[in-house]
């Protein structure tokens, strides 16, 4: 290792090294990684530098940013973090932005929203952009504009041989698809390049109401949501609010049903959409609004502080009256579910158009996404993965049999992970695992091909 560290610009950390713990730590504290060491990429040059020492050693790889997707805790290996790696270059003329591998979508909305633009970020700007994106993306805005992967311009990789591969739809196409949806199976991205759109106003928010109204505000959004233009895009939740700055008073430190809501477009449309949502039983809170896009964050209210959690969940053809009383009977008021949030996004509009080009994305045919959020701190660490379960085997008969491979919380075997894309997508992704990684040095997370 020794000869690693004058080569690399970022810092070279071995367990015990001060900063080490840091440095490898992530937002997800449920996986702690223990790497046989730490390189903190400085560059795309480090990014090469680190995995062909890798390859050359036979050291597997691991990469991370925000520890956003943090499911599995990584053994032994090189961790590459790439928080460093913070190029980002906004064309607003071609409209495009070439993003680095450590770019959290927060910092791209900032340099883009001034010229009317946007980008197709998830219910946290916390997240990295790249990580996010090469899981497919599901985003906030995903009805009107589709799925994040969608609107990939161009990649830059380091594969695990070490070279460096600027591929697109022309060059390495079979490469380039299956890093969009494939997430990080066959390469270390190192920056991305996106087409942005032009984005008019938004109508946003949240509608509250108590936990006890859950069967009827569920069973109103079920009705509801599947007859929404795709302008609209929405979930709704069954959670426990946290008190934080973020959340107001009136509804924090209570179990809620939580009414997400955007709209792109005319905002009189939007709120005569919502109209028969805002009508239903007694919200406690309505923040449904004209939105500055810079504020996003504000429709899922997602958690900014890093926790001990656990993600999952399960693309469904259907969320209709007997699925709802199944996951009530699991999740809903009374029942003792330890999970802090189940939720379903309604899918569909332009997530179920046909992608804009090949990819590895799932879930274009599925009517809604069925998402879980546990947490694995002490006291409900025990309860929290046979809840998980509990739920995912009750709504089984609504499932398409897939999942979504940026929220698939910690699959186990081959046979799960494979869930994660169509038959197809996943026979192609295992030979191009093959083909690029012979030696299986991407073999943390969610990756494929580990039964040999
Ligand atoms: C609060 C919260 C909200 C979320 N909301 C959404 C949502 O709305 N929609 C959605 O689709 N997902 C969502 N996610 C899931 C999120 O998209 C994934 O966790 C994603 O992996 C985050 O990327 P990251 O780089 O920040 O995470 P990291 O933990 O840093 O990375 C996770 C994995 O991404 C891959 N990866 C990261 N960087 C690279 C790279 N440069 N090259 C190759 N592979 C890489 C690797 O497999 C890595 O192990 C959410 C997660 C959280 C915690």
Known sequence: MAELVPQICGPVLLPGDPGFAEEVAGFNLAAVHRPDLVVGADDTGDVITAVQWAAAHDEPV???ATGHGADLPMEGGLLLTTRRMQELVVDPVRRCARIGAGVRWGSVIDAIAPHGLGVLNGSSTHAGAVGYTLGGGLPVLGRVFGFAADWVRALEVV???GR???VDAEHEPELFALLLGGKGNLGIVTTMTLELFPLGPLLGGGIFWPGEDAQEVLAAFSRWAPG??????TSVALRWMPRSAEVDPRVARRQVVHLRFCWVGDP?????ALEPMRSTGRPLLDTVAPLDYRRIDRVHLDATQPGLYVLTGEFLRDFDAAALAALLQHAGP?????LPEVGIRLMGGALAGPGARDDAVTGRDAAFFLELIGRLSPGVAERTPPALAAILRALAPW???RAFVNLHGMPGGESERARAWSEEVYARLVRAKAVYDPQNLLRFQHVVGQVR
Not at 228 to 233: I, R, V
């Open 399 to 401: 499932s398409t049999g």
């Open 164 to 166: 460096l591969r600027a």
């Open 159 to 161: 594969t695990p041989d």
């Open 268 to 272: 009189e449309e939007g709120r005569r």
């Open 228 to 233: 929404l233009p795709a302008a609209a895009s």
């Open 62 to 64: 691991g990469v991370q």
């Open 334 to 338: 009374g029942t003792q579910c330890p």
